[in-house]
């Protein structure tokens, strides 16, 4: 039985204005005048070759890679090819691309590490040769992230550049790993406590609490006692389930959307009168994926989302909206001077300060999501629920029990 003849694979018509830019009419790359690169698009992603100057070595280096991205295998490099800042930039943010598709990493983490790799091209330039770079580069770039931002921000980026070129080392891009030098270091911890104390506290008092809950409507209510019952962040409340949500017995167990690690604590009867009040009048989500969700918007969408688009080619942006942080910085506003500088994250430290009077950190970190440093947490399977009760019972006594008379008006209001 003869064959049948394969298909030819459609290909569409370019564009005149992209012809006129070809060295020849069959060139197999097209060129991206944003980045000033000739690309490829093998098997949905772009692959980029070399500068539009240079269409020769482009060429070949699309033809040496080619086999192995169509076959979907990471090309190798040659011993003879040198590496940029530009392109290992770009060779880092889309192996990390690929793991937000997988939903193995956080868009917001993905646009960290691309402000991170904006910050290496801007310090380094983005044509100059990774193997090129010494340590007095890098001691020049820290102290320019350490002079521009604050403790923590410069910690943070100087973990992350770490973290590019060690991905440069563990796949090959560098034949040894990177001489940072020893005065490529984070802010001291010295820094950090003198501008944390400078700041002021990030907890809320039992007045301001009891402010905001009472100003609260009956979406956001649930959300405040959640962040002070169990020491719920923002994207902790917005990514919690309707099936971690026991209602009945009065406990959420699930782990923390952040680290996945084990989280498990009761809810106040506060809490939970709240919550059932918030259910009655839930709006159907939007879309099917937001169905296991506890909360959301009136326009039935996730309280806090990001998304990863394309605008143009070559081009990603992360839009990260957080509609609790921004609604509860509303409601502040309305109470006047009530946690000036503080945000919805600022109960979770309040939690933490208060839980710690019990003395029990094993317990604290399970009702927050922590791990606790130390082998015995790979040995620990659960922990009594009598710890658990004890952690958040006396963060509900501070808050309804050590002011006064101040629960009446509260339990009014959400009863």
Same mark, same amino acid.
């Given at each position: 039985m003869a064959a049948k003849p394969t298909k030819k694979r459609y290909q569409r018509k370019r564009p005149a204005h992209i012809i006129a830019l070809l060295p020849y009419p069959d060139f197999p790359l097209s060129p991206h005048a944003a980045s000033g690169r000739w690309y490829k698009k093998i098997r949905g992603h772009r692959h980029y070759f070399g500068p539009l100057d240079d269409w020769q070595t482009a060429l070949n280096r699309y033809q040496d890679q080619k086999d192995d991205l169509y076959a979907g295998r990471k090309p190798r490099l040659t011993p003879d090819e040198c590496v940029t800042v530009r392109e290992l930039c770009n060779l880092f943010l889309e192996a990390k691309r690929q793991r937000v598709d997988t939903e193995d990493l956080k868009a917001r983490t993905?646009?960290?590490?691309?402000?991170?790799?904006? *910050?290496l091209i801007k310090a380094f330039g983005g044509e100059r040769v990774i193997d090129d770079l010494r340590p007095d580069d890098f001691t020049a770039i820290s102290l320019r992230l350490n002079k521009d931002y604050s403790a923590v921000v410069g910690r943070n980026l100087i973990q992350r550049i770490r973290t590019v070129f060690k991905w440069a080392a563990d796949t090959d891009l560098i034949t040894h790993p990177m001489k940072f030098g020893p005065d490529f270091q984070r802010p001291s911890k010295k820094r950090e406590r003198r501008e944390r104390r400078e700041a002021g506290q990030r907890m809320f008092t039992v007045t301001e609490?009891?402010?905001?809950?009472?100003?609260?409507?009956? @979406?956001?209510?649930?959300?405040?006692?959640?962040? &002070?019952?169990?020491?719920?962040?923002?994207?902790d409340v917005a990514e919690?389930?309707?099936?971690?949500?026991?209602?009945? =017995?009065?406990? &959420?167990?699930?782990?923390?959307?952040?680290? =996945? @690690?084990?989280?498990?604590?009761?809810?106040?009867?506060?809490t939970v009168r709240a919550i059932k009040i918030y259910l009655q009048r839930r709006p159907e989500p939007k879309r099917g994926e937001d169905a296991h969700l506890v909360f959301l918007t009136k326009f039935r969408q996730r309280w806090v989302r990001s998304r990863m688009r394309e605008p143009e080619p070559g081009t990603v942006v992360v839009q990260t909206i957080d509609s609790i942080g921004l609604q509860f910085n509303?409601?502040?506003? *309305?109470?006047?001077?009530?946690?000036?500088? /503080? +945000?919805?994250?600022?109960? /979770?430290?309040?939690?933490?300060? &208060?839980?710690?009077?019990?003395?029990?950190?094993?317990? &604290?970190?399970?009702?927050? +999501?922590? =791990?606790?440093?130390?082998?015995?947490?790979?040995?620990? =399977?659960?922990?009594?629920?009598k710890r658990l009760l004890a952690v958040t019972n006396r963060v509900r006594h501070w808050l309804f029990t050590d002011v006064g008379n101040h629960s009446g008006g509260v339990l009014a209001k959400i009863g």
């Open positions: 993905w646009q960290d590490y691309r402000q991170t790799c904006k *910050s609490v009891h402010s905001l809950i009472n100003r609260a409507d009956k @979406v956001l209510r649930p959300m405040i006692l959640l962040g &002070i019952n169990g020491g719920m962040g923002n994207t919690l389930p309707l099936d971690a949500v026991d209602l009945h =017995e009065g406990w &959420i167990d699930y782990p923390r959307p952040k680290t =996945e @690690v084990p989280r498990r604590f009761p809810l106040w009867p506060e509303k409601l502040r506003a *309305s109470c006047g001077a009530v946690g000036i500088g /503080r +945000g919805f994250y600022a109960l /979770r430290y309040t939690f933490r300060t &208060i839980a710690d009077d019990v003395r029990d950190n094993v317990a &604290i970190d399970r009702v927050m +999501g922590h =791990e606790t440093p130390g082998i015995a947490t790979y040995y620990r =399977e659960s922990i009594d629920d």
